[in-house]
């Protein structure tokens, strides 16, 4: 007798998007009378070769190819004039069991999930928060697909645990329409998963720390990114406090983070000594109008986890101090040629003086951003024993050649392992411009040339400096890349050539990659600089 039971079935689709060569691909799931039910691993396997065909059809067509997720970028990283593929619905994820570690791994399978690349940073948190467990950092909010976060280097302020793309532990890549084309890379220092894993998605295993450091922040374009290992941990709590501080006290804790020496202290965060404890995350806030010798603070410590406590939405959703683009979209639209003097008599409505606290997870703590309209955002990153003198620099500028409709921030993190990461000093403070985008006027300076002028100013005073990939920048400034990695460009694009195909290398390329000069092929590589070690 004939099997008349409908069972789900699992098929990508790829669909137009805004033209013909804007795709997306659609995962969609109806009913059909079949023997048995699609494994997320076939699903997952299907799409891989929907993605090869893209790329065939690409490259057959001369066109490049890029993707992108959740469109958070403000440089053009993410810009392609021929294809592009649009992530966000490609979100499958598979636990990791025991049986698929690596005989020499030092990581815990609990703490291991694979994520396809359109999950964002807010799906992760779910899956992980479902199983006890959590991200160890995130940005600011959670609306990044993870293939865009770590390909741009998307960071929060957690001071010893990095980037989001440092809790990267494995990467499949697309790099070619050919069945060899599916790779799957690690660190060889750092194994963590077995080549059965990486077998089961018709990968081929490359373990090599170089190559797995480059590819870490590829800017795109490295291949198609279509899943990553993310490690996390077990599920902690956040306590946070805002306060308002002396600046030099909350310049020398940014310079030297020497929490327990400083005459600052919050109560119930010291030890048995009463010296202070080093926070979790640390964030100074500067309005470059107003100098009233003070600075609101953000500090977060870590907690374990208990399932009762109050709900932190109330505060962390009306906090002025979470979004710094939100202070002043009220006045900036209004009145863009008097922000200066409109922050001045608005102050205490703007920055009141601040005396707040939260308590919740990860999760709940860097929640959905609530400005959504057009706004822009500088990131440098320095020197934590440079931070002071380059907020002077910055700050100046902004005063005699401003007013910009924008506020100062200054977030830090530890050293990233990834080649081109812009959080290379050995703590990088990020200070950052957020604000809302302004039009050029003849009493306000452009954004185009504030960029680079901020980029002038730096390199007179000799600051060591780099850029974040996603914000806005003066982006065609002479040698700039140059400038801020010197040899670790040519080493990037050396693992890179040495990886892709020259006419692979074509296709993952873009405009933002030519203007920067990261394109280029490289000739001089060794035969074994990608090999599996």
């Keep these: 007798m004939a099997n008349t039971t409908s069972y789900p079935k699992t098929e990508w689709y790829t669909l137009h998007r805004n033209g013909p060569h804007e795709l997306k691909l659609l995962q969609i799931t109806r009913l059909e009378g079949q023997a048995s039910m699609p494994s997320t691993v076939d699903c997952y396997n299907d799409a891989a070769l929907e993605m090869q065909r893209l790329i065939k059809e690409a490259l057959d067509n001369n066109h490049g190819f890029?993707?992108?997720?959740?469109?958070?970028?403000?440089?053009?990283?993410?810009?392609?004039?021929?294809?592009?593929?649009?992530?966000?619905?490609?979100?499958?994820?598979?636990?990791?069991?025991?049986q698929d570690m690596h005989s020499n791994t030092g990581y815990n399978s609990t703490n291991l999930y694979f994520f396809q690349c359109g999950n964002t940073v807010k799906e992760i948190s779910q899956v992980f928060e479902k199983n006890g467990k959590s991200l160890k950092v995130s940005g600011a909010s959670n609306g990044q697909t993870i293939a865009g976060c770590i390909s741009t280097g998307v960071h929060g302020s957690a001071l010893n645990e990095g980037s989001v793309q440092d809790h990267v532990v494995g990467i499949n890549l697309i790099i070619g329409p050919n069945p060899e084309d599916i790779v799957y890379l690690e660190r060889h220092t750092k194994p963590a998963l077995n080549n059965a894993f990486a077998h089961k998605f018709n990968a081929r295993v490359i373990r090599n720390d170089g190559l797995f450091n480059a590819a870490l922040v590829s800017l795109g374009s490295f291949g198609f990114i279509h899943g990553v290992v993310v490690e996390g941990e077990d599920l902690y709590l956040l306590k946070r406090y805002v306060r308002k501080i002396d600046k030099?006290?909350?310049?020398?804790?940014?310079?030297?983070?020497?929490?327990?020496?400083?005459?600052?202290?919050?109560?119930?965060?010291?030890?048995?000594?009463?010296?202070?404890?080093?926070?979790?995350?640390?964030?100074?806030?500067?309005?470059?109008?107003?100098?009233?010798?003070?600075?609101?603070?953000?500090?977060?410590?870590?907690?374990?986890?208990?399932?009762?406590?109050?709900?932190?939405?109330?505060?962390?959703?009306?906090?002025?101090?979470?979004?710094?683009?939100?202070?002043?979209?009220?006045?900036?639209?209004?009145?863009?040629?008097?922000?200066?003097?409109?922050?001045?008599?608005?102050?205490?409505?703007?920055?009141?003086?601040?005396?707040?606290?939260?308590?919740?997870?990860?999760?709940?703590?860097?929640?959905?951003?609530?400005?959504?309209?057009?706004?822009?955002?500088?990131?440098?990153?320095?020197?934590?024993k440079d931070c002071a003198r380059t907020l002077e620099v910055l700050v100046d500028l902004t005063k005699k050649e401003g007013p910009i409709p924008g506020i100062y921030a200054m977030r830090f993190i530890k050293k990233s392992e990834a080649t081109l990461s812009f959080a290379k000093f050995s703590t990088t403070c990020m200070i950052e411009i957020d604000g809302v985008l302004w039009k050029k006027s003849k009493k306000l300076i452009g954004l185009e040339e504030f960029s680079k002028r901020m980029i002038e100013v730096l390199q007179q005073n000799n600051i060591p400096f780099t850029i974040h990939w996603g914000k806005n920048s003066s982006w065609d400034f002479p040698d700039l890349v140059a400038c801020m990695y010197g040899d670790k460009a040519k080493e990037w694009k050396s693992y890179r050539s040495a990886l892709l195909s020259k006419e692979m290398q074509t296709l993952f390329s873009n405009d933002f990659l030519e203007h920067i000069g990261l394109s280029e092929n490289e000739s001089d590589i060794p035969e074994d600089l990608i090999v599996s070690l």
């Design 248 to 384: 030099n006290v909350a310049l020398k804790l940014s310079e030297t983070m020497d929490f327990k020496n400083t005459d600052f202290k919050i109560e119930g965060e010291t030890d048995v000594n009463g010296k202070g404890n080093t926070p979790y995350h640390y964030k100074v806030f500067i309005n470059p109008y107003i100098d009233d010798g003070k600075y609101v603070v953000e500090l977060m410590y870590k907690k374990p986890y208990q399932s009762s406590y109050p709900d932190p939405f109330t505060t962390i959703d009306k906090s002025l101090y979470r979004d710094v683009i939100h202070l002043l979209i009220q006045i900036s639209r209004k009145f863009p040629k008097s922000i200066p003097w409109f922050i001045k008599k608005l102050q205490k409505q703007i920055l009141p003086d601040v005396n707040e606290e939260s308590l919740g997870t990860l999760y709940e703590t860097f929640w959905d951003a609530p400005y959504k309209g057009p706004a822009f955002a500088c990131s440098f990153g320095v020197d934590v």
């Design 66 to 98: 890029r993707a992108y997720g959740s469109r958070w970028s403000m440089s053009s990283i993410a810009h392609n004039k021929d294809r592009m593929h649009y992530n966000a619905y490609m979100n499958l994820s598979f636990p990791i069991l025991p």
